[in-house]
């Protein structure tokens, strides 16, 4: 009974604004207590805004990663009508703490390594069918999350 009054007051208007405020609030915190005790976490991923080259190493938090070189590269130009998207691999040396290892991440795919996932999130350029892309033209962004 006393929730459905709440909830007639928060929607009806039945109290003060302050009242709905701190109704709204206590709603929020509860929502919020609800998701982590689901198990939901509060962390989240941390995109890295960026790019690097082939050879470069990227740090972010404890974990860096080093592209060595494009696997594959089968995009679908921007200027051609493809079937299929196509796809990018990229091979990496990764290092966080005392984990080492060289994997292949696809561009879109999360990858678990140790206790963190990253994803391979950004590859510029864009390919055309009149261009050809170098080793060096690449630039790739990459998000990690705990």
């Known amino acids: 009974m006393a929730r459905q009054a709440?909830?007639?007051?928060?929607?009806i208007g039945g109290s003060s604004a302050?009242?709905?405020?701190?109704?709204?609030?206590?709603?929020?915190?509860?929502?919020?207590?609800?998701l982590l005790a689901l198990?939901?976490?509060p962390a989240t991923?941390?995109?890295?805004?960026d790019l690097v080259r082939l050879g470069q190493t990227l740090r972010i938090d404890q974990t860096s990663i080093r592209p060595i070189r494009v696997i594959e590269d089968s995009r679908c130009p921007a200027n051609a009508r493809?079937?299929?998207g196509g796809r990018v691999v990229v091979r990496a040396d990764v290092r966080t703490g005392?984990?080492?290892?060289?994997?292949?991440?696809?561009?879109?795919e999360a990858r678990q390594i140790?206790?963190?996932?990253?994803?391979?999130?950004?590859?510029?350029?864009?390919?055309?069918?009149?261009?050809?892309?170098?080793?060096?033209?690449?630039?790739?962004?990459?998000?990690?999350?705990?």
């Open 82 to 84: 493809c079937v299929w």
């Open 6 to 11: 709440a909830i007639e007051a928060l929607f």
């Open 98 to 108: 005392r984990y080492r290892q060289r994997i292949d991440l696809t561009l879109g």
């Open 45 to 49: 991923a941390m995109p890295h805004h």
């Open 18 to 34: 302050a009242d709905r405020i701190a109704l709204m609030n206590k709603s929020i915190a509860l929502g919020l207590a609800a």
């Open 114 to 146: 140790a206790n963190r996932t990253i994803t391979l999130t950004t590859v510029d350029p864009i390919r055309f069918t009149n261009s050809v892309l170098r080793p060096g033209n690449y630039r790739l962004g990459f998000t990690l999350t705990p």
């Open 39 to 41: 198990g939901a976490s």
